[in-house]
């Protein structure tokens, strides 16, 4: 009986661990954006790219999870937010970028999520490049779009295992 106990034990103990291995695997990372919701045209020419740019900048901070199985990223983003800070219905220190998070698994029912995540500006400070001028800031700089969608990708690649 010993025998048998053994080896059932130590297959437990290995499928437990492939199991955890994968239930951290990211398959699939999208980011959605209605570019016709944007009705300036300087707002949606400086946001063209932002929801290619996002999935980049996600899937490079969770690089070393990616995998042929796992959970599912889609983040859903609000265009409102982006067109009223390019237009200065709000004030740059008021601008962020927002979005909705799913995270979902297949395999794994205790993997699913939503939340609401919201950026501000002061969030993506910590992502400025050293030689920004807070003082000429604008929300069609580059230093602000890579800074905010940085911060943005950093607080979903924190907030994934929650």
């Given at each position: 009986?010993?025998?048998?106990?053994?080896?059932?034990?130590?297959?437990?103990?290995?499928?437990?661990?492939?199991?955890?291995?994968?239930?951290?695997?990211?398959?699939?990372?999208?980011?959605?954006?209605?570019?016709?919701?944007?009705?300036?045209?300087?707002?949606?020419?400086?946001?063209?790219?932002?929801?290619?740019?996002?999935?980049?900048?996600?899937?490079?901070?969770?690089?070393?999870?990616?995998g042929?199985?796992?959970?599912e990223?889609?983040?859903?983003?609000?265009?409102?937010?982006?067109?009223?800070?390019?237009?200065?219905?709000?004030?740059?220190?008021?601008?962020?970028?927002?979005?909705?998070?799913?995270?979902?698994?297949?395999?794994?029912?205790?993997?699913?999520?939503?939340?609401?995540?919201?950026?501000?500006?002061?969030?993506?400070?910590?992502?400025?490049?050293?030689?920004?001028?807070?003082?000429?800031?604008?929300?069609?700089?580059?230093?602000?779009?890579?800074?905010?969608?940085?911060?943005?990708?950093?607080?979903?690649?924190?907030?994934?295992?929650?």
């Open positions: 009986m010993k025998h048998f106990g053994m080896p059932l034990a130590q297959s437990l103990v290995f499928a437990t661990a492939a199991f955890a291995q994968n239930s951290d695997r990211i398959k699939e990372i999208t980011v959605d954006m209605d570019m016709t919701a944007i009705v300036n045209p300087e707002a949606a020419k400086r946001f063209g790219t932002l929801a290619t740019d996002l999935q980049g900048a996600i899937a490079a901070r969770l690089a070393d999870r990616i042929e199985e796992g959970r990223l889609t983040v859903d983003i609000s265009e409102a937010e982006l067109s009223d800070a390019f237009t200065g219905a709000m004030g740059l220190a008021e601008s962020k970028l927002v979005g909705l998070v799913h995270v979902t698994d297949e395999n794994d029912n205790t993997h699913f999520n939503t939340y609401k995540l919201t950026v501000t500006i002061d969030q993506a400070r910590a992502f400025f490049p050293p030689e920004t001028d807070e003082a000429t800031l604008t929300a069609s700089s580059d230093a602000y779009y890579v800074s905010l969608i940085s911060a943005f990708a950093e607080a979903v690649a924190v907030r994934i295992d929650d």
